[in-house]
């Protein structure tokens, strides 16, 4: 059974092209339950955080050999290339589900957020005033429609800095053209109005 020691020791050694020693930990995966597995793979990336990126790539081929039947007959980085594919091709995740919908997902996201506004407006409610039921209520959508504000805010701000730094890379390669794309992108885009100075 795969545990986070095994992990970490396959890791520590040079990911290789030579697949022998991924079909011994495939052989291995084999015999692991996903919820072992799925420890085994948190552990070992709290430990090993430099880890984390072929810690994923593991999932991947532990989810198409243990799911979708899929053999070792590669090296690393092919085997997750096969494994992407092999999951993708049986429409199931690492750990053998069906994966969301767009809309499932943003259900989820639905609850978790409304339980969220839900628990920061009972810390401090008091539910011993009258209609306290009814104020809660309008309680918990004011913290949701702030929360809803404060993450589309946070989105626009990492666009913009997107749009920072790719035009400071273009600046970089000394573009004549670099401080006309900064001033346009942002309306272009984001519906941001141009600055009409051009400066970064």
């Not at 795969?2 to 970490?8: A, F, K, M, Y």
């Not at 957020?113 to 407006?121: G, L, Q």
């Not at 008091?126 to 993450?151: D, S």
């Amino acid at each position: 059974m795969i545990t986070q020691d095994t992990l970490v020791g396959f890791m520590q050694q040079e990911v290789s092209q030579d697949c022998t020693r991924l079909q011994a930990l495939s052989r291995e995966m084999l015999e692991t339950d996903t919820g072992s597995f799925k420890k085994a793979c948190k552990d070992a990336a709290t430990e090993h955080p430099e880890y984390k990126t072929r810690i994923s790539e593991a999932r991947q081929i532990y989810g198409a050999v243990r799911f979708a039947g899929m053999s070792i007959t590669a090296g690393w980085q092919e085997s997750v290339t096969l494994a992407r594919n092999a999951l993708k091709s049986h429409n199931i995740t690492w750990e053998g589900t069906t994966p969301k919908t767009a809309e499932e997902k943003e259900a989820d996201r639905f609850k978790r957020d409304r339980r969220s506004a839900a628990n920061e407006v009972n810390k401090g409610f008091n539910w011993g005033q009258a209609n306290a039921a009814e104020a809660f209520a309008e309680a918990v959508e004011a913290e949701y429609a702030k929360m809803q504000a404060e993450r589309e805010a946070e989105a626009h701000e990492k666009r913009m800095a997107d749009v920072h730094k790719t035009v400071k890379a273009i600046m970089a390669m000394g573009s004549d053209y670099a401080l006309a794309i900064y001033d346009g992108l942002g309306a272009v885009l984001f519906n941001a109005p141009a600055t009409g100075t051009g400066g970064v």
